[in-house]
């Protein structure tokens, strides 16, 4: 199955949606969905990472991130939609979820 | 306990001695240990991240690190020293060891 590429107004809609509730927000940064999210303290941050990764396992679409002792900033594209996809809102949705478990 | 800082021929030595074996290589870059690992897959980069994590955790001597898919991009500074020390030289050394694993 071809994964669409999202267009430009399905992209605010999806930033709006994300972004309605949580905080800090979704932004887009070299067109890729881009959050930092910080914890208390490494432990969380890793735990946060770990329940994302068992779901980017499960999903098959992983996120790029970087973590640096509390900190993690995600950035999320589909490679073979050369974009952000429909995937990329769903991990996000999920990540924002998991986030709140801390 | 403070923390010293390497001085330049320290490090140079502390490479020699983590490169003898390992490849590719530790380098330093913006006076950091950096290095790129590559793992057949997500399950295996994460597993690599999980080792080092707890290590890190026990050490309280933690990473910065980017990943994405297979790849792991690692950097080791220790804040207090304001620079590379001792404990960075540890932490490359077991990482090193995790990714053996692999």
Do not use: R
């Amino acid at each position: 199955m071809t994964v669409k590429k999202l267009e430009s107004h399905e992209i605010d809609q999806a930033l709006n949606q994300l972004n309605s509730s949580a905080s800090p927000s979704w932004t887009i940064e070299d067109d890729k969905f881009t959050k930092t999210f910080k914890f208390k303290n490494f432990k969380q941050a890793f735990g946060f990472m770990t329940m994302c990764a068992m779901q980017a396992e499960q999903d098959d679409h992983h996120p790029e991130w970087f973590n640096v002792y509390n900190k993690v900033v995600v950035q999320l594209t589909t490679h073979e939609a050369s974009g952000v996809s429909q995937k990329d809102v769903d991990l996000a949705q999920k990540m924002d979820a998991f986030a709140q478990c801390f």
